[in-house]
Each structure stands twice: as structure tokens, then as C-alpha cells.
């Protein structure tokens, strides 16, 4: 066997010479890596448990995505309310053989939730009243956590915090704070489905496929949230070098109204329904995968963005980042117009005076 081996390496010289130098190429430096800011203390982990804080709307509809698109083979699902928790664990375990035959426990002192790789937050105060505000919501909402953080922390001290909880970037900055979490391992889903809402609403207006539009909105996940419309691209085409005065100045076209039903959908849908759950669900889901597929995701999602994009406070807000599995990796700063800066502050500063009104 050795013979013809060595028989057919002299025959073909270049197989020989290719297996002796193995083709290899390493990536060239780019400038762009100068827009990429990295995040301190960052090791990609893996994620075969996570635990689900809140068995309400919310917490249930994150459960089903996760255990139905294969994301864990052990969720603990939990509540304050241990019947509660219970009941859905058990809906869930009557058809756990359509879930990959995944194991989901409840629990309603904390205690199944020790060593979990990740931990999603959802429990809280819901918001009321007629604009349905997810600020005046908060109050109730950081008591709770003052309770539930530490211990989690305790039992999961290795574990990536993703923040749903309502208003999700005030809390996250909460729950950073309680728990003396680092920031690239504990953030909020944020601007995602603010982005996805936005990508869908100019694809509907092209009739082109809302994969094929790429766009973000960042700073608050609310009303306050900013559309970057210098960045939006269809097909490769930015869409503001083809359409005149872009969502300002006379706005011919009407692109601005994509705004307000960007930010405003979600209210709407609240007021019919009482809660928003299934939107934030697909939504939590998709950063969840990209944190177990390995290969990792941009997404408009938040954290405390101080010494990025021009902030210079410890405030939560959101802007594209790498998320993998160990969390946020890097924070990417967008090349913003001097209008879009301008709302991306004042955005901050919404969200530092919440922050500031928090009683720790």
C-alpha cells in the first residue's frame, strides 16, 4: 500500500506539493475594524440550559420559541408563582416528544435554575394606562428585580443575562447594576424588533422580500427610538441616494409615517390584546440562536454604550452588535448624518433621566 502511495505522489508532483504546504490565507487588516469596538472580557461559552424568569405571556410565548425551534434540551421555567410555573412545564413536558424530547422544570424558588448558561428575564410590571408607557411601568418593575437579581446571580454566576422586562433598556441597566454584571453579558434584545418592524414596513412599501432590506433603528427601544435611514440598503442600493429628502425635509413620498407605526404598533397591539408576547418571543429567539449557532449575529441590541457612538454616561441604549455566545462581543459605530446624532442623543438622554429616577 506504502508503494502505491508513493508511486502516485511522484506521478502527481503537484498533490505532493500542495499536501506539503497546505493553502492557507489569513485576513487582511481593514480600516472598517475601526468601527468595530470590542468588549472587555469576552469568552464565547456554551448554552445547554437556560432558565426563563416569568411564566407570564411574555415568558410562555419565549418558551415555546425556544423549545420549538430546538434551542435548549433543558429549560426551567420560572415564576414566584410555583403553580403557575408548574402548569406550563407540564403543558409543555405532554408534548415534549414534538419538542426533541427536551426536559423543561419548573420552579419557583430559583433553586433548578443553578448553572444555567442562560438566563432570559421577563418578569415585571406590565404597563397600563392609555400610552401604555413602559417608563411608569418601571418603578414596580425594579423592585422585583432587586429581589429576584442577586440570587440568580448567585446560583448562575457564569451565565449571559438577556433583559426583556419592561422598560427593557432601564432595567437592563438595572439588572447590570444590582447583579455587578459586565456589560457584554448582560443586554437587552432592545432595537431588534424595532429594526425587524422597520426592515418589514419598507419592504411591504417596495414589495420586496423584508430579508432583502437591510436598516436599523437604535438608541431607545420606545418612542424615542431613531431610524438610520443614511444606512438603509435594498438590493444593495442605499435607498437614500434614489429617493429625494428621505423621511425629512418635504418628505414627498411620505417615508416618515413608517416611523410612527414603527414605534407605535406595539402600543397598539397592546391595547387590543392587553400584552405584547409573540413579536418579542420570534425576537428573543433569533438572538438566542445566534448565541448557539456558533457563528453569531449583528443585531440592534442594548447595553451600556458608554465611550461608544458619542455617549458619555453609563446609559442602556441600543446599536448594532456582534452578539455570540458568550454575549456582545463588539459594538459597531455607524457612520451617522449629524441630524440621526442629534436624535440618538437626545434618545439618551430620555433614557438617562429614567435611569436616574431608579431607587436602588
Not at 109 to 131: C, M, N, Q
Not at 246 to 263: S, Y
Not at 271 to 290: F, P, Q, S
Request: aromatic share 6%; net charge positive.
Amino acid at each position: 500500500m506504502m508503494r502505491l502511495l508513493n508511486r502516485l505522489s511522484m506521478a502527481n508532483p503537484t498533490a505532493n506539493r500542495w499536501r506539503q504546504k497546505p493553502f492557507t490565507t489569513k485576513p487582511a487588516k481593514s480600516s472598517f475594524s475601526k468601527l468595530m469596538k470590542p468588549m472587555k472580557e469576552f469568552n464565547r461559552n456554551r448554552i445547554p440550559k437556560i432558565s426563563v424568569v416569568g411564566a407570564g405571556q411574555v415568558g410562555t410565548a419565549i418558551s415555546a420559541m425556544l423549545l420549538l425551534r430546538n434551542l435548549t434540551k433543558y429549560l426551567v421555567i420560572l415564576d414566584i408563582n410555583y403553580e403557575l410555573a408548574k402548569a406550563e412545564a407540564l403543558d409543555f413536558q405532554h408534548g415534549s416528544a414534538f419538542l426533541g424530547d427536551a426536559r423543561v422544570v419548573p420552579c419557583g424558588d430559583g433553586s433548578h435554575s443553578k448553572d444555567s448558561d442562560l438566563v432570559i428575564i421577563t418578569a415585571g410590571a406590565r404597563p397600563s394606562g392609555k400610552d401604555r408607557s413602559r417608563l411608569e411601568a418601571m418603578h414596580k418593575t425594579v423592585e422585583i428585580l432587586k429581589e429576584a437579581v442577586p440570587k440568580l446571580v448567585e446560583l448562575s454566576p457564569k451565565a449571559t443575562f438577556i433583559v426583556i422586562s419592561n422598560p427593557a433598556d432601564v432595567m437592563t441597566y438595572a439588572v447590570q447594576r444590582i447583579g455587578k454584571l459586565p456589560k457584554h453579558r448582560c443586554f437587552t434584545t432592545g432595537c431588534h424588533l424595532d429594526s425587524v418592524r422597520f426592515r418589514n414596513l419598507i419592504a411591504r412599501r417596495l414589495q420586496v422580500p423584508a430579508s432583502q432590506v437591510q436598516g436599523y433603528m437604535i438608541g431607545e427601544h420606545g418612542t424615542s427610538a431613531v431610524p438610520v435611514w443614511s444606512c438603509v440598503s435594498v438590493g444593495g442600493i442605499r435607498l437614500n441616494d434614489v429617493v429625494q429628502d428621505l423621511a425629512c425635509g418635504d418628505d414627498p413620498e411620505n417615508w416618515c409615517e413608517i416611523i410612527k407605526q414603527v414605534t407605535t404598533s406595539g402600543i397598539a397591539v397592546g391595547k387590543a390584546k392587553g400584552y405584547t408576547n409573540w413579536a418579542i418571543a420570534l425576537t428573543c429567539a433569533d438572538v438566542v440562536e445566534a448565541m448557539c449557532g456558533g457563528r453569531g449575529k449583528i443585531a440592534s441590541v442594548g447595553t451600556d454604550m458608554q465611550g461608544i457612538q458619542g455617549i458619555k454616561e453609563n446609559i442602556v441604549l441600543s446599536l448594532p452588535c456582534l452578539v455570540q455566545s458568550g454575549g456582545i462581543s463588539h459594538v459597531f459605530e455607524l457612520p451617522l448624518t449629524a441630524v440621526e446624532q442629534g436624535k440618538f442623543e437626545a434618545s439618551a438622554k430620555v433614557l438617562l433621566e429614567a435611569q436616574c429616577s431608579l431607587r436602588f
